[in-house]
């Protein structure tokens, strides 16, 4: 009887996935993330997110699903309004103009809004 071995677990997302998935979402934002009554279908969002797995993956040190995507995008927003919320606050530096790669321009402190 072959023994259970405890699953491992996948290598973290190096920075060239993390590019690439940046770059994809960002040029399907409007797609993915739109609200209202001109947003797209649930399959439309699935097959934008498979295309975006099929340019992830062969940068990919692991073959990535379209859930491993979706959180690490998740993850990547939370940690970036994180880091913003703290600047805000005083608790820090001026934002680098990267930090707005992923917010909007008026979700970013006068100070942090990269230069036009």
Do not use: Y
């Not at 947003?39 to 073959?63: D, F, T, Y």
């Not at 979706?70 to 820090?92: E, T």
């Amino acid at each position: 009887m072959a023994e259970d071995s405890p699953k491992r677990r996948k290598a973290n997302f190096n920075e060239a996935e993390t590019e690439v998935l940046i770059e994809q979402v960002l040029k399907h934002e409007q797609l993915l993330f739109a609200a209202g009554p001109g947003r797209a279908s649930a399959g439309q969002k699935r097959k934008v997110w498979e295309l975006i797995r099929h340019k992830v993956n062969p940068v990919a040190a692991c073959p990535r699903d379209v859930e491993d995507l979706k959180k690490r995008w998740r993850d990547l927003k939370r940690r970036d309004r994180s880091k913003l919320c703290r600047l805000s606050q005083g608790c820090g530096p001026p934002a680098p103009p990267a930090l707005g790669l992923l917010l909007a321009s008026e979700e970013l402190p006068p100070a942090a809004a990269p230069p036009a």
